[in-house]
């Protein structure tokens, strides 16, 4: 049995040899020469075009080349087999330390430096110590929970906000709907690292940033359609939210056009928070081919019925 692979960004002349240094009797096939498609019975991927996993019969197993899933939950046709989550150190502690430089970036408003730098000015400001400043993390899993213990010793006072009750170390919890307002009350610095399901769509509006603490500011690197745009802009406007950084978007790359490049009180990155680098990644997906192989439970199964 085999192993297709399919990513316009993950290089497959650099996937197949890592895999294959983990099991080296691995058929590992690209999506343009899959050979027989009734051989392939597992595939790594990045965003297949939709309809084209349903082009294997006897496919078991989709592992996801990244931590969200909405890439391939878009899919109709998607086979009904267990989608295995993206799950790896380079991934998390990419991820993790995105959140935690802009954090800091945010608390000590580095963006006022810069603005001062390009003027010229010398204006001496001094931002009050971490122990003062809450931060809120929406979404508390893998990604929200490590970011939350890197930030925890610098001192900050955290809160996290999941969909069940969770606990993490240092972090007060909120959960469900009926809590995210009382979350963001509490949240002069907001990021959302959330995934994309009809739940988490346009959640970022302007009821929300009305709810916030005035001048809070905004971190998203979940995904681009938890926000909404228009009211980010509104709120920076007003003075309601006094800065963002945003590493995802509604369409990406982002188009030349788009206002959020050239605002002054916006950060753009280009959806660089995190990715799996090849040699601790497919260490991670060697392991779970090898449990699925095994007849194994396989960990981090994405949940259709969830999205996420
Ligand atoms: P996890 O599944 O481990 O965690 C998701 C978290 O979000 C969980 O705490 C979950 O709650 C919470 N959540 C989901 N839906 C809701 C909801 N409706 N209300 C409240 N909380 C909710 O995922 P990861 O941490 O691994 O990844 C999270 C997301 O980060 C990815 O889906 C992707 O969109 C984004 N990402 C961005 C990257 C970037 O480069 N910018 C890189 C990698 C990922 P519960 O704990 O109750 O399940
Ligand atoms: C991911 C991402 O979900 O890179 O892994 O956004």
């Known amino acids: 049995m085999a192993l297709i692979f399919y990513s316009p ?3 497959a002349e650099v996937w197949g040899p890592e895999l294959k240094k983990h099991i080296p009797d691995l058929d590992f096939r690209v999506w343009e020469e899959p050979g027989d498609p009734a051989e392939i019975d597992m595939a790594l991927c990045w965003k297949p075009p939709a309809g084209g996993l ?6 078991k197993v989709i592992f996801s080349l990244a931590a969200g899933v909405d890439h391939l939950f878009y899919d109709p046709d998607l086979p009904d087999v267990p ?26 408003d580095q963006l006022r430096f810069a ?33 939350a213990g890197m930030l925890k010793p610098i001192g900050f006072q955290l809160a996290g906000w999941s969909r069940s009750p969770k606990q993490v170390d240092g972090v007060e919890p909120f959960h469900g709907p009926d809590q995210l307002g009382d979350l963001v009350a509490r949240s002069d610095i907001l990021v959302s690292i ?14 929300l940033f009305a709810k916030m603490p005035r001048g809070a500011s905004l971190i998203n690197a ?13 709120a920076l406007e007003s003075g309601q939210i006094s800065q963002a950084t945003l590493d995802v978007f509604r369409t990406e790359p982002l188009p030349a056009g788009d206002p959020f490049w050239s605002h002054p009180k ?43």
């Not at 349903?54 to 496919?59: E, M, V």
């Not at 989608?83 to 000590?108: D, F, N, Q």
């Not at 003027?119 to 122990?131: D, G, I, L, N």
């Open 266 to 308: 916006i950060t753009v990155t280009p959806h660089s928070g995190g990715d799996p680098f090849p040699e601790t990644a497919a260490k991670a997906v060697a392991e779970n081919i090898m449990r699925f192989r095994n007849g194994e439970p396989l960990p981090n199964i994405a949940h259709p019925e969830d999205g996420y």
């Open 83 to 108: 989608v295995v989550r993206m799950v790896e150190p380079s991934l998390t502690a990419g991820v993790a330390e995105y959140i935690v430089l802009h954090v800091m970036r945010h608390h000590k």
């Open 54 to 59: 349903a082009k294997f019969p006897n496919l």
């Open 222 to 234: 979940g995904r681009g359609d938890q926000l909404v745009e228009q009211d980010l802009l509104d």
């Open 194 to 207: 959330l995934p994309k399901t009809p739940q988490t769509e346009n959640l970022l509006n302007a009821d």
């Open 9 to 11: 960004i993950n290089p």
């Open 115 to 147: 603005e001062q730098q390009r003027a010229k000015v010398w204006e001496e400001y001094f931002a009050p110590p971490a122990w003062t400043r809450r931060v809120g993390i929406l979404g508390l899993g893998v990604l929200g929970g490590t970011a």
